[in-house]
């Protein structure tokens, strides 16, 4: 059981909880497709499904649907090549309705109006930084003429408790109202597993792995000798943060304050020096690494990387004169990257207990920046600094769920490797040169992605493991359990490792995997199939390959260089 939205934790403001038609108005549901989990991959699955005339369900736990691009407050990393090609249609088609948002209803200046690959943001980490609320809308809005057809079912604020599975198949899921305790029984020819931390998997007794597998079960360059299943990627609770420079909007010394100030975290190899300043190691070389914060400035001109403009989601100039008073930037950064415990693998009290550590954690950087924070000027703290729940949803300011980097992930049919996809392991695995070699080419493609692998630091106190990739596909047997025959990986919880994880993991990859796993669905409910045997049938495996590129699903990457 997920225990990450228990009363205490996520105080949001209203929503409606359950956006149903008449057929799912009963405490017992009966549809085609279940996704339980409704973040960024559940509403590419959910999308996928329902343009194939399925009756599908979604629940979600938090109040808002879209996962990274909402609940969780991370604007979207993605590759150089994402306004041209490397995404499927209907990604391009949401990035284009964010900026159509923009431009619909906000006084925007004829610069920004004009701009056909407008930033709202300006952030530097992607081409596309803003506010979380507008994917909200944006994703809404795609989901709404489903729900008014009585198409679809939407059940905000619910999680898996329990499921029945007999002889590999998934009969029901019941899920559970975190508003009124009630519990509804969703009966699925498919489910989808696309919650953040992969909740279905134990419940319907599908074979997983947590952790860092072993070298010796994996032959990954980074692996260890011994596979450690508690060893899992940070998780962050992001937060907002704007910039008034008359006020003081200083918060309370949180109660972990001095903890967090004095901390020095003891990984492998060494991390600089305290947690809490402007300084890190630097994720490829591992050597020290200075940044810089200040909120004053507007582009990022100088030698060190600013902080305040890395993931800003609000740029006051896009607008009209008189109309945005300031800045807003997202705070995910290493400095509030939490490593001394998990959120699953253990009790629901470890959990809580990681989860509140977490959450210390990012409100003791914002004290600590707000107060001490060395300023470039020589002084100390930005007390202008000011939370904004109002960007969040939620009453502090605090994202509603926090940034989940790794799940648990299923022993598939395939699982991917570094020597499928790293630019050194896969040199090694072909004797091909740094100019020559290319990522394995899946023959059951369903889609594509391009990312680092990027570990941030984890629980085991490993420091970053951050080395080059080759642009990849996402084989159909990533996404299918090895047994268990209708639930399918509809996020980050796929057939890949711990280190391959760390290119898989991202917005239009995660997009992408669920989109499969929901027309994957829906091909094997309209076809009476199986989705082993639309893997292992040559006939089957071109025509659902074939059903996916008429919907804008590319599978097949130009030649590319490796990042």
């Not at 040559?538 to 490796?562: D, N």
Request: net charge neutral; with cysteine.
């Amino acid at each position: 059981m997920n225990h990450l939205t228990r009363r205490g934790f996520v105080k949001t403001f209203s929503a409606i909880a359950v956006s149903a038609p008449a057929w799912a108005a009963a405490n017992s549901l009966k549809c085609d497709v279940a996704v339980i989990g409704g973040g960024t991959g559940g509403c590419a699955a959910a999308l996928a499904a329902l343009r194939a005339g399925m009756r599908v369900v979604m629940t979600e736990e938090t109040a808002w649907i879209g996962g990274q691009l909402t609940s969780q407050a991370v604007p979207p990393d993605e590759h150089p090549w994402i306004e041209s090609f490397g995404a499927t249609r209907a990604y391009r088609a949401y990035r284009e309705s964010v900026r159509r948002y923009y431009r619909d209803n906000y006084p925007l200046t004829r610069e920004s109006l004009d701009n056909p690959h407008l930033n709202p943001g300006g952030g530097s980490v992607s081409a596309l930084t803003h506010e979380p609320k507008v994917s909200l809308a944006v994703l809404e809005a795609l989901l709404a003429p489903y729900v008014s057809a009585g198409q679809l079912a939407v059940l905000r604020r619910h999680r898996p408790v329990s499921a029945d599975t007999q002889a590999g198949h998934v009969r029901s899921v019941a899920v559970k109202s975190l508003e009124t305790g009630t519990v509804r029984t969703i009966d699925a020819a498919y489910f989808i597993d696309a919650t953040e931390l992969g909740d279905l998997l134990p419940l319907t007794r599908t074979e997983f792995v947590t952790g860092f597998e072993s070298g010796k079960d994996t032959g990954e360059l980074n692996a260890p000798a011994v596979a450690q299943p508690d060893n899992h990627q940070a998780f962050t609770v992001c937060f907002a943060l704007g910039y008034d420079p008359e006020g003081d909007h200083t918060i309370d010394k949180p109660a972990d304050y001095a903890f967090w100030r004095d901390y020095v975290p003891a990984m492998r190899p060494p991390w600089p020096g305290k947690l809490l300043s402007w300084s890190m190691s630097n994720p490829i070389t591992l050597a020290e690494r200075a940044v810089m914060f200040d909120p004053r400035q507007d582009t990022g001109a100088g030698p060190l990387l600013n902080l305040w403009i890395y993931r800003r989601i609000v740029r006051a100039r896009n607008h009209q004169p008189g109309f945005c008073k300031e800045d807003v930037t997202l705070v995910n950064w290493p400095q509030n990257d939490y490593w001394l415990g998990n959120l699953y693998g253990g009790s629901g009290a470890d959990a809580a207990r990681h989860l509140r550590r977490g959450r210390e954690l990012s409100l003791s950087l914002v004290y600590w920046m707000q107060t001490e924070a060395p300023r470039p000027d020589g002084g100390a703290g930005w007390k202008g600094l000011r939370l904004r729940p109002d960007i969040t949803g939620t009453e502090d300011g605090l994202a509603m769920y926090p940034y989940i980097r790794e799940s648990r992930r299923i022993r598939a049919e395939f699982t991917v490797l570094d020597r499928h996809v790293g630019v050194e392991a896969r040199m090694k695995a072909t004797a091909k040169s740094r100019d020559d070699v290319t990522a394995e080419r899946f023959t059951d493609s369903v889609g594509l992605g391009s990312y680092r692998i990027d570990l941030h630091p984890s629980s085991g106190g490993d420091n970053y493991i951050d080395v080059s990739s080759l642009p990849f596909q996402i084989p159909l047997g990533a996404l299918i359990p090895r047994r268990v025959e209708n639930l399918l990986a509809g996020c980050k919880n796929l057939g890949v490792t711990h280190i391959t994880n760390g290119c898989y993991r991202l917005q239009p990859v995660e997009w992408n995997i669920g989109e499969s796993a929901g027309a994957l669905a829906a091909y094997c409910v309209a076809n009476r199939l199986a989705p082993r045997q639309v893997r292992n049938t040559e006939k089957l495996l071109r025509s659902f390959q074939a059903s996916l590129t008429s919907q804008g699903v590319e599978i097949e990457w130009p030649r590319l260089t490796p990042r």
